[in-house]
Structure formats: structure tokens, C-alpha cells
């Protein structure tokens, strides 16, 4: 694999150019597939820690690695973001697919996003605000743009907060409540929640994503010690708003002194992404 190596190591300068260490591994099937599928990407990102340091990996299919290219769009070393390119390529040298991401510091950890079909830093930071932030942002330039604190939102990692005009009734109200994108990432604990509409699902750490009452119904049936798991009732796809403390190890703690709307932010779904948070 010298020859990869050598081909993908100007990516490894970029990335020390907004103060990042890049490790290229080359692994072999099933290693790069990501947990909630079968099918093995070419090429995983992936932020590592080793001797207490973050630093980004990038994981190629040994087998697939010469039919992979890297290049990074642009790279902004004031700002610590770039935009990577990832293309997997044909025997006859067509593009197969094309992935975009945003790599960078957040904070106090590296992160990467699967962002779209963009080529700058702004844009890719751009694609991941939800459409209702983007059409309040008209006439703002760039740097306000960016920050984590407008007077349109406050965001907490890929969490977005807008403020709301609503007084719901305190029966309704819960405390200490998780936010969470999905199995592996770290919930970020609301003080103070409400949510409104959505489908009712039972959850637990081994169904983080919830189940239906027939699919719970049918999981028991099937598994009579899933019983046994510590289950709760939450709304799947519902509206939710919180106040108060919002926390998270990876973030400075957040206070909003009234409600807020909460968003995620609209990250591509990529399987190339081992973690993001």
C-alpha cells in the first residue's frame, strides 16, 4: 500500500493547516461498515483518540483504495474548517459516487459532518442550519452567520435552539430530559422539555431509536427478557422545546432563560461517517 500512502499524504499537510493530525488505515471489508447496515463504504471518517490527542482517520477498503479520491475543496486555517472530497471511481475512470464533508473543530473536540454536494466552508456550514434559521439569516454576513449565538438561535453541537412564544402547562413540562440524535451519540440533557405531537415509541439503551407498540408487542412475544429492559415512553418525530441548562460533556453549558424550539441540524445521513459528534 506504499504507493496509496504516498498519494494521499499532501491530504495529511492540509489538515495540519488548521491544526489536525491525519491518519490514513487501510482495513478490509466488513471492518468499514458502519453498525446500522451492511454495506461496507469505501472509505469510513472517523475521529480518533489516542494518548488523550483527537486526531481524524480516514479508513479505506484495501481493496477499493486505488479506486478512492481524496481532495480537499478548501481549507480555511483561521477558522479550522476545510471540505473534504471523497470519490469512488470506475475501472474506466467515471466518478461512481461523490461525498462531501466538513472537518474541523467545534468547541473543544474535532468533529466531521456529511455535508452536500458544496465546495466551500461557508456553504458546507450553511448546508447543515435548518431551512427556518437559513430564511432569518437574509442580509447577515458571513461572520455573524457563524457564530454560536444570534439573536435568531443559540446552537449547542448539532443542536439548534430558536426562541419560542409558547407557556405550556407545567403537568406537561419535564426535567432533566435527553436530547439524542441516535445509537452511539452522547444526549445532550435538557434542564427543562416539552414536546408536542409525534408517534409515542417505547425506548431503552437497546432500542435507542424507539419502538412501536406492535413492534414492542412483537419483540416481547419473541423475546420474553426484552421485558425486562428499562423502558420509557417518548415521542418519535415530535416538536420539542426546552429551557433552562443544557448540557453536554463535549459543550459549554447553555442557559436559556425562556422557551426554545429545538432543531437538529440537517447533516446528510452517510454511512462514510463513523462519528460526529
Known amino acids: 500500500m506504499r504507493a496509496n500512502i504516498v498519494m494521499f499524504s499532501n491530504l495529511e499537510k492540509t489538515f495540519e493547516k ?71 471511481i470506475d475501472n ?8 462531501h464533508f466538513l ?5 473543544r473536540h474535532l468533529f466531521v459532518a456529511a455535508v452536500g454536494p458544496v465546495s466551500t466552508v461557508a456553504a458546507a456550514k450553511a448546508s447543515l442550519k435548518p431551512p427556518e434559521i437559513l430564511d432569518q439569516e437574509v442580509g ?8 454560536r449565538k444570534t439573536q435568531i438561535f443559540k446552537r449547542q453541537g448539532e443542536w439548534f435552539f430558536i426562541p419560542a412564544d409558547i407557556d405550556p402547562d407545567a ?8 436530547l439524542v440524535r441516535g445509537r452511539g451519540s452522547k444526549p445532550h440533557m435538557a434542564q427543562f422539555a416539552y414536546r408536542t405531537g409525534g408517534e409515542t415509541v417505547k425506548v431503552c439503551r437497546q432500542h435507542p431509536n424507539g419502538l412501536t407498540q406492535t413492534e414492542y408487542t412483537n419483540l416481547i412475544e419473541r423475546s420474553p427478557r426484552a421485558k425486562q429492559y428499562f423502558w420509557r415512553d417518548m415521542q418519535r418525530n415530535a416538536v420539542v422545546y426546552v429551557k433552562g441548562r443544557i448540557k453536554h460533556a463535549d459543550h459549554a453549558t447553555i442557559v436559556l432563560d425562556r422557551w426554545h424550539r429545538v432543531m437538529m441540524n ?3 445521513r ?8
Do not use: M, W, Y
Open 171 to 178: 403537568v406537561l413540562v419535564r426535567k432533566d430530559e435527553p
Open 140 to 147: 447577515l454576513n458571513t461572520k455573524k452567520r457563524n457564530r
Open 270 to 277: 452517510s454511512e462514510a461517517v463513523a462519528f460526529l459528534d
Open 18 to 88: 488548521i491544526g489536525a493530525e491525519l491518519e490514513i488505515v487501510f482495513a478490509k471489508g466488513r471492518r468499514l461498515g458502519n453498525t446500522r447496515t451492511t454495506q461496507p463504504s469505501p472509505a469510513r471518517l472517523n475521529i480518533i483518540t489516542k494518548n488523550g490527542k483527537e486526531h481524524f482517520e480516514i479508513a479505506l477498503e484495501k481493496d477499493l483504495a486505488n479506486k478512492v479520491e481524496l481532495s480537499v475543496l478548501e481549507v480555511q486555517p483561521k477558522d479550522r474548517h476545510l471540505v473534504l472530497l471523497a470519490k469512488q
Open 266 to 268: 440537517a447533516e446528510r
Open 92 to 99: 474506466s475512470g467515471q466518478t461512481v459516487t461523490k461525498d
Open 103 to 107: 472537518c474541523g473543530h467545534d468547541e
